[in-house]
């Protein structure tokens, strides 16, 4: 069974790490699009130009159902159980051997699933996976990802990572009249808005009767499971000395127990210049020109 899971030194101009004659980075630009996804160009078995979402959450490379109905350079072996945010006992067609060319760099041989569904215009997602080892920065001031060993972090905010099950999250608290509610994020650039709270933690805390209920909403996961979201209004959120007010936040409607784990969306995270380091220990962040942007609206 596949469970769906789904930032490096600031170089000051950016200069790569060099050994010898050999530079030891590279980097792939990436457009921000209006649902706040991070879409990626790449280039598929040779032959189709597709554009991935660069999901910090994702342990695969995925493509939707549409676009394997437009492409013919997949081919699918045989299909698999898979788990989603959304519900069990889905069904993934998947691909063994593929090329994927992202940038400059090149993978040979890699398996590709099939999912219903992925962030609005992009063609699939891929994950942090395809960098073991390597430390990532994600730059929303230039629109790129760069991929070295190390990456300078001087003037950036440094935040010890929590690693379960390969995937990342970091502390954050929310602030509500004079108390504190400290919580473990996952950092989660394939959900568009700004929180989506776990079940534990809104029961634990009472916060379906502390926040005040905006709107109802209904959230597809990858394989088209339908959830409700009720849809809040923060009065404050702390992640290390930053400080945001009014952040919109979420938790499920009538599904309490079920939803394991708080994300940390887009919507946040597109505030910073996010730097992960090689070990996956450690995240630096650093306040950029979208810092005080509206929130998104979707």
Same mark, same amino acid.
């Given at each position: 069974?596949?469970?769906?899971?789904?930032?490096?030194?600031?170089?000051?101009?950016?200069?790569?790490?060099?050994?010898?004659?050999?530079?030891?980075?590279?980097?792939?630009?990436?457009?921000?699009?209006?649902?706040?996804?991070?879409?990626?160009?790449?280039?598929?078995?040779?032959?189709?130009?597709?554009?991935?979402?660069?999901?910090?959450?994702?342990?695969?490379?995925?493509?939707?159902?549409?676009?394997?109905?437009?492409?013919?350079?997949?081919?699918?072996? !045989?299909?698999?159980?898979? !788990?989603?945010?959304?519900?069990?006992?889905?069904?993934?067609?998947?691909?063994?051997?593929?090329?994927?060319?992202?940038?400059?760099?090149?993978?040979?041989?890699?398996?590709?699933?099939?999912?219903?569904?992925?962030?609005?215009?992009?063609?699939? &997602?891929?994950?942090?996976?395809?960098?073991?080892?390597?430390?990532?920065?994600?730059?929303?001031?230039?629109?790129?990802?760069?991929?070295?060993?190390?990456?300078?972090?001087?003037?950036?905010?440094?935040?010890?990572?929590?690693? &379960?099950?390969?995937?990342?999250?970091?502390?954050?608290?929310?602030?509500?009249?004079?108390?504190? =509610?400290?919580?473990?994020?996952?950092?989660?650039?394939?959900?568009?808005?700004?929180?989506?709270?776990?079940?534990?933690?809104?029961?634990?805390?009472?916060?379906?009767?502390?926040?005040?209920?905006?709107?109802?909403?209904?959230?597809?996961?990858?394989?088209?499971?339908?959830?409700?979201?009720?849809?809040?209004?923060?009065?404050?959120?702390?992640?290390?000395?930053?400080?945001?007010?009014?952040?919109?936040?979420?938790?499920?409607?009538?599904?309490?127990?079920?939803?394991?784990?708080?994300?940390?969306?887009?919507?946040?995270?597109?505030?910073?210049?996010?730097?992960?380091?090689?070990?996956?220990?450690?995240? =630096?962040?650093?306040?950029?020109?979208?810092?005080?942007?509206?929130?998104?609206?979707?």
């Amino acid at each position: 069974m596949r469970l769906i899971k789904g930032i490096l030194f600031f170089l000051g101009l950016l200069n790569p790490v060099v050994t010898g004659a050999q530079e030891t980075y590279f980097r792939f630009p990436f457009a921000l699009t209006s649902y706040n996804n991070l879409s990626v160009p790449v280039r598929l078995n040779g032959t189709d130009s597709l554009h991935l979402m660069f999901h910090l959450a994702a342990d695969a490379v995925t493509l939707t159902e549409a676009t394997v109905r437009k492409i013919t350079s997949v081919h699918f072996e !045989s299909t698999d159980s898979v !788990s989603s945010w959304g519900g069990t006992g889905n069904a993934s067609r998947y691909s063994k051997k593929n090329t994927l060319e992202i940038g400059k760099q090149v993978w040979e041989h890699l398996p590709i699933w099939e999912d219903q569904y992925s962030g609005k215009e992009t063609d699939g &997602k891929f994950g942090p996976h395809l960098f073991d080892k390597k430390a990532l920065f994600i730059d929303f001031d230039k629109k790129q990802i760069t991929i070295s060993d190390r990456f300078a972090t001087a003037g950036y905010q440094k935040l010890k990572l929590v690693r &379960k099950n390969g995937m990342l999250f970091i502390e954050a608290a929310l602030h509500i009249g004079n108390k504190v =509610y400290p919580n473990q994020y996952l950092l989660h650039t394939g959900y568009s808005g700004g929180l989506l709270l776990d079940d534990d933690f809104v029961i634990k805390n009472h916060l379906n009767e502390h926040l005040k209920i905006t709107e109802t909403k209904a959230l597809k996961d990858a394989f088209g499971n339908i959830v409700k979201v009720q849809k809040a209004i923060a009065p404050g959120l702390s992640i290390g000395t930053f400080r945001f007010n009014n952040v919109p936040a979420g938790f499920f409607e009538g599904r309490l127990g079920s939803r394991q784990m708080s994300f940390i969306g887009t919507d946040l995270l597109k505030r910073f210049n996010i730097i992960i380091d090689a070990a996956r220990q450690f995240v =630096y962040l650093k306040p950029n020109k979208l810092q005080n942007s509206n929130f998104f609206k979707g």
